[in-house]
C-alpha cells in the first residue's frame, strides 16, 4: 500500500458546503474498502449460500472493494455485473490450458525498473503496484509489481529523458492514481519537464470505485502540465456509472476522456449492456476507446469469450451506436507492434 497521507495543501480551510459534498475523502475510501467476504455479501444482502460457486477468499490477490463501488451493487443479486467483478471464487484455482502468469510476456517489455516499452513511442511507467480495488479478471494479477516500482526519485524516468522517440508516456499499474496528489505532482513534474514527450496518459479505474478521487487539485495539476493530457477509465458496465460518479467526473472533461473495458462473460457479454455502457460513458463525457477480449491469465478462464461470440456482439452493438461509440475490439498478443485488432476470420 501507498502511505496515506493527507492533502490538505489548500492554506484556507475548505468551505464547509464543500467539505458536506465531498464526503469521506478517497483516502479514508481506500482505507475502509471491504476486504472480508462476509462483510460484502452482508452489505448486497446475500447469504453465502446464495452464490452459486464456492466462494474462496484468495491469500496472493485478496478481495478488495471500496464501498462507494458496492453502493452501486443490486441488493440480493448474486449475478450482479459489479459483484461479479470482484468476488474471489473456487473457479480461480481451476487450471486452464493456455492460461499463464505473465501470457502477453510484459516480463520481456520491462526496459529499466517500472518501465515497459512494447509499441512505438509510447512508454509505460508503472507507476504503482496497487489497486483501489481487485479486479478478478485482472491480467496483472500476477505481475511481480514489488520489483518495478518508481522510486522516489524516479530514477527510471531518466531512461525517458535519454529516449527522444518517446512522444507518450501512459501511467498505469496498478494504479497511478493510488498516489497521493502530492506525489502524482512530483512524478508529473519529472514528465513534463521532458521536451519530446507530447502527451501524458493516465490509465485508470480508482475514479470507477471512489469517485471522490477526482479531487481538484488532481485536475490542476493536469491542467498545469505542458503536454496534451489523455485519461483514460475504465469502466466495465453500464450500472458503474450513477449519477454521483458522473458528476465527480466532470472535472476530468477539460481533458481527452476514453474509457477501456474488458469483454468479461457474466457481466457484460450482451449487446443491450454495451449499447447501453457506450450511451453512459458519452454521457459522462468519455468516449468508448477498447473492449477487450480478456488475457488468458492463470484464475481468469471463467470469464472468456469466445473470439466468435466477441465478433458477433461487436456487429450488433456497431449496428446500434454511431460510429464514434463503438469501442474498437482489440487483444494483446505477445510480441505484436500493436494491441490486434479482432476480426472474423472464422
Ligand atoms: C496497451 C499498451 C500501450 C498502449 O497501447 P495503445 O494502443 O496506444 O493504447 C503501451 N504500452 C504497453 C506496454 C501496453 O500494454
Ligand atoms: S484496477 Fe486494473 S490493474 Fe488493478 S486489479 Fe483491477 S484490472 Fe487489475
Not at 183 to 209: M, N, Q, Y
Amino acid at each position: 500500500m501507498i502511505p496515506v497521507k493527507s492533502t490538505s495543501t489548500t492554506e484556507a480551510e475548505p468551505a464547509r458546503s464543500q467539505l458536506l459534498r465531498e464526503g469521506r475523502s478517497w483516502q479514508r475510501e481506500l482505507l475502509e474498502a471491504v476486504t472480508d467476504v462476509d462483510e460484502l455479501l452482508r452489505l448486497v444482502a446475500l447469504d453465502p449460500s446464495d452464490i452459486r460457486t464456492a466462494v474462496e477468499p484468495s491469500a496472493d490477490f485478496p478481495l478488495r472493494v471500496p464501498r462507494p463501488y458496492i453502493a452501486r451493487m443490486g441488493r440480493g443479486d448474486p449475478d450482479d455485473p459489479l459483484l461479479r467483478q470482484v468476488l474471489p471464487t473456487s473457479r480461480e484455482t481451476e487450471p486452464a490450458i493456455g492460461y499463464g502468469f505473465d501470457p502477453l510476456g510484459e516480463a520481456a517489455a520491462v526496459v529499466d525498473a517500472g518501465i515497459l516499452r512494447k509499441y512505438d513511442g509510447r512508454a509505460l511507467v508503472i507507476a504503482t503496484g496497487s489497486c483501489a480495488v481487485h479486479c478478478r479478471y485482472c491480467f496483472r494479477r500476477h505481475f511481480p509489481y514489488a520489483d518495478h516500482r518508481q522510486d522516489r526519485r524516479f530514477e527510471s524516468i531518466a531512461a525517458l529523458r535519454r529516449d527522444s522517440t518517446i512522444r507518450e508516456v501512459i501511467l498505469s499499474g496498478g494504479d497511478p492514481l493510488m498516489l497521493t496528489d502530492a506525489h502524482l505532482a512530483r512524478l508529473l513534474a519529472e514528465l513534463g519537464s521532458i521536451d519530446h514527450v507530447a502527451r501524458i496518459r493516465i490509465h485508470t479505474r480508482v475514479p470507477v470505485v471512489i469517485p471522490q478521487r477526482v479531487t481538484p487539485a488532481l485536475t490542476e495539476t493536469l491542467a498545469n502540465l505542458p503536454q496534451r493530457v489523455v485519461v483514460v477509465l475504465h469502466f466495465n458496465h453500464p450500472n458503474e456509472i450513477d449519477r454521483d460518479c458522473a458528476t465527480s467526473l466532470t472535472g476530468l472533461r477539460r481533458f481527452t476522456l476514453l474509457n477501456q473495458s474488458v469483454l468479461l462473460r457474466g457481466v457484460n457479454d450482451d449487446a443491450h449492456t454495451l449499447v447501453e455502457l457506450s450511451e453512459r460513458l458519452f454521457g459522462a463525457g468519455l468516449l468508448p476507446y477498447y473492449l477487450h477480449m480478456p488475457d488468458a491469465v492463470a484464475g481468469t478462464a471463467h470469464f472468456d469469450v469466445s473470439q466468435r461470440r466477441a465478433v458477433a456482439l461487436h456487429r450488433q452493438i456497431q449496428a446500434r451506436l454511431p460510429g464514434y461509440l463503438v469501442p474498437r475490439l482489440v487483444r494483446e498478443v505477445p510480441g505484436g507492434n500493436a494491441k490486434e485488432l479482432v476480426i472474423d476470420d472464422g
